[in-house]
């Protein structure tokens, strides 16, 4: 398993992603949509949030096996919802 910096680094590394593309969305089609922009960018931040607790939970009084399951349930989480916001934002001015 990899630790936990490196967990964060990741975390940090694709919510970052979700905003940059964000802000480029804004810049590249002006303020239609922005509001919807900003919400998915709020979302992205809430989500950092809470899997950045998620990966800072105490896990002394758990087994290895249980430890690794966690991870790879928050790991899980953490890709398909970075593929659903980045889906969201890339699909706002699609058929318009």
Known sequence: MAS????KKDINFLTNEILMRGIIHIEFFGNK????VYAIMNEAASLR???IARVNEKTSAK?????KAHFKVVYDELLKSTHDLLDRIDN???GK
Not at 33 to 36: C, F, I, L, P
């Open 92 to 94: 706002l001015d699609v």
């Open 4 to 7: 936990r910096r490196d967990f």
């Open 33 to 36: 949509n922005s509001e919807d």
């Open 63 to 67: 087994t290895s096996l249980e430890v």
């Open 49 to 51: 949030n809470n899997y």
